[in-house]
C-alpha cells in the first residue's frame, strides 16, 4: 500500500478534524502532493496541492476550501496533513491524497468525512 490516509470521522458543522496521508517511500523536492475528495454521486476532484520546495513550498486550493483548510507535509514522517477548519455540509465526501508529480499511484482506500448536525 503506498497511500494510507486516515482522520476522518463524523463532525458537526463548524467543527475541524486534521487528516493524515502516509506516503510509501516519502517525497523530496519538486514532488507535488494532493489532497481529493468525492462526494456521492459526484466526480473526485482536487481539493488542494503543495509543491515540495526547500524554500518554500507552494500551495494552491479550490475556492469553496481557501481559508478553512491548509495542506502541509512533514517529511521525517512521510506524512502529508490536511487541515481542515469551520466544516460545512457539503464538506462531506470521501478524502484521498496522491502524488500529482512525477506520478499518479493506486488510490488508497480514502478516509470518510462527514459533516452533519
Known amino acids: 500500500v503506498q497511500l494510507v490516509e486516515s482522520g476522518g470521522g463524523l463532525v458537526q458543522p463548524g467543527g475541524s478534524l486534521r487528516l493524515s496521508c502516509i506516503v510509501r517511500?516519502?517525497?523530496?523536492?519538486?514532488?507535488?502532493m494532493g489532497w481529493f475528495r468525492q462526494a456521492p454521486g459526484k466526480v473526485r476532484e482536487l481539493v488542494t496541492s503543495i509543491v515540495i520546495n526547500s524554500s518554500g513550498d507552494i500551495t494552491n486550493y479550490v475556492e469553496p476550501v481557501k481559508g478553512r483548510f491548509t495542506i502541509s507535509r512533514d517529511n521525517a514522517k512521510n506524512t502529508v496533513y490536511l487541515q481542515m477548519n469551520s466544516l460545512k455540509p457539503e464538506d462531506t465526501a470521501v478524502y484521498y491524497c496522491?502524488?500529482?508529480?512525477?506520478?499518479?499511484?493506486?488510490w488508497g482506500q480514502g478516509t470518510q468525512v462527514t459533516v452533519s448536525s
Open positions: 517511500g516519502g517525497f523530496s523536492d519538486g514532488n507535488a
Open positions: 496522491n502524488v500529482i508529480w512525477p506520478r499518479f499511484r493506486n
